[in-house]
């Protein structure tokens, strides 16, 4: 983590949960500056006012998507970390070009910015609903990766890398806190299906192994995080029975382009993916009539997919267990 000390460090989206969980970790690793660009003003205000005994946080009012602003947010920085994207899937699908202005176009600007800049690294954080992807959301957040995993490929020193992963668990708009609402007004706990599954982590784990990736970096990889997996009516169950009520589960249908199982790493992609102690490491495989590169493996790390219907899922008590900690 040496890596940060004396960096000038900008965070996109740095008031979301993974944003703004990156920021107070960084500022413990000793940087010269950090930069929070959001363009969630209210955000910005509560976390200057969380952060306010630490003089190297700059709060950037600002959106991706305006490629003007993001030259100056970028002008003299070190390292980008690239968190700020459109996330909720029902959203992404009543309004799809949204989601193409923020986490591709959006992107592209950050990729641009860091290129023209000189920048030490970037690193994107990306999703499992970019693998295989059936909505939206899923589909524009593929696309981010493939801006980032290819932006080296031009004639740049910066290096271009990602980060995927699942759920984070209490971030915004996930599904604990909906059920922890549920279950204080005494209301049925809906789940959208009996049979779902789900990745996740806890937020500092999620922003330890992002920075962890920040620093092995070396252009054009996607670090996937190794997570644990559960049935979303299992943690149901969970917090009914933690609450010590009597609450029902209502079970209401997916939404449009949900999915039943989260999927981290596919079939095709376990070839060119290195298994380590706390990620894997996918390598590019790109053909192009000027460039080619083949990466294999010579034990893939897996047969088949790595997803969440087919990972080990902790038990109640487990969950219980997560949930206390």
Same mark, same amino acid.
């Given at each position: %983590?040496?890596?940060?000390?004396?960096?000038?460090?900008?965070?996109?989206?740095?008031?979301?949960?993974?944003?703004?969980?990156? =920021?107070?970790?960084?500022?413990?690793?000793?940087?010269?500056?950090?930069?929070?660009?959001?363009?969630?003003?209210?955000?910005?205000?509560? !976390?200057?006012?969380?952060?306010?005994?630490?003089?190297?946080? @700059?709060?950037?009012?600002?959106?991706?998507?305006?490629?003007?602003?993001?030259?100056?947010?970028?002008?003299?920085?070190?390292?980008?970390? &690239?968190?700020?994207?459109?996330? &909720? =899937?029902?959203?992404?699908?009543?309004?799809?070009?949204?989601?193409?202005?923020?986490? *591709?176009?959006?992107?592209?600007?950050?990729?641009?910015?860091?290129?023209?800049?000189?920048?030490?690294?970037?690193?994107?954080?990306?999703?499992?609903? +970019?693998?295989?992807?059936?909505?939206?959301?899923?589909?524009?957040?593929?696309?981010?990766?493939?801006? %980032?995993?290819? +932006?080296?490929?031009?004639?740049?020193?910066?290096?271009?890398?990602?980060?995927?992963?699942?759920?984070?668990?209490?971030?915004?708009?996930?599904?604990?806190? !909906?059920?922890?609402?549920? *279950?204080?007004?005494?209301?049925?706990?809906? =789940?959208?299906?009996?049979?779902?599954?789900?990745?996740?982590?806890?937020?500092?784990?999620?922003?330890?192994?992002? $920075?962890?990736?920040?620093?092995?970096?070396?252009?054009?990889?996607?670090?996937?995080?190794? %997570?644990?997996?559960?049935?979303?009516?299992?943690?149901?169950?969970?917090?009914?029975? %933690?609450?010590?009520?009597? *609450?029902?589960?209502?079970?209401?249908?997916?939404?449009?382009?949900?999915?039943?199982?989260?999927?981290?790493?596919?079939?095709?992609?376990?070839? @060119?993916?290195?298994?380590?102690?706390?990620?894997?490491? $996918?390598?590019?495989?790109? &053909?192009?009539? &000027?460039?080619? #590169?083949?990466?294999? #493996?010579?034990?893939?790390?897996?047969?088949?997919?790595?997803?969440?219907?087919?990972?080990?899922?902790?038990?109640?008590?487990?969950?219980?267990? =997560?949930?206390?900690?």
């Amino acid at each position: %983590m040496n890596l940060y000390e004396g960096k000038d460090i900008l965070v996109t989206g740095g008031v979301g949960s993974i944003g703004s969980e990156l =920021v107070r970790q960084l500022v413990t690793l000793n940087p010269k500056k950090i930069r929070v660009l959001d363009q969630n003003e209210s955000g910005l205000f509560h !976390l200057q006012n969380e952060l306010k005994e630490h003089s190297n946080i @700059r709060y950037l009012l600002g959106d991706i998507r305006n490629r003007e602003r993001i030259e100056k947010a970028v002008k003299g920085t070190d390292i980008i970390f &690239h968190s700020a994207a459109l996330k &909720h =899937v029902p959203a992404c699908e009543y309004d799809p070009i949204e989601a193409v202005y923020t986490n *591709i176009l959006g992107t592209q600007n950050i990729i641009d910015s860091a290129r023209n800049e000189g920048v030490d690294r970037c690193i994107a954080i990306s999703t499992d609903k +970019a693998v295989n992807p059936s909505n939206t959301m899923g589909a524009t957040k593929l696309l981010s990766e493939k801006l %980032m995993s290819t +932006a080296s490929y031009a004639e740049t020193d910066t290096i271009f890398s990602c980060v995927r992963f699942g759920n984070v668990l209490r971030s915004n708009g996930s599904v604990i806190p !909906l059920f922890k609402s549920q *279950i204080e007004q005494n209301k049925p706990v809906t =789940v959208t299906s009996e049979t779902m599954t789900r990745f996740f982590m806890s937020l500092e784990e999620a922003v330890n192994l992002v $920075l962890e990736a920040g620093v092995k970096a070396k252009g054009k990889e996607i670090f996937i995080l190794k %997570m644990k997996a559960l049935k979303i009516i299992d943690l149901a169950q969970a917090m009914i029975e %933690m609450s010590n009520k009597e *609450i029902q589960i209502s079970v209401i249908g997916k939404r449009p382009g949900e999915k039943e199982y989260e999927l981290l790493l596919t079939e095709e992609e376990a070839k @060119r993916t290195k298994n380590e102690e706390k990620i894997f490491l $996918l390598h590019p495989e790109i &053909h192009t009539p &000027h460039y080619q #590169q083949d990466f294999k #493996q010579e034990k893939p790390i897996a047969e088949e997919e790595y997803n969440s219907h087919k990972a080990r899922h902790l038990t109640k008590e487990e969950i219980k267990r =997560v949930l206390t900690d």
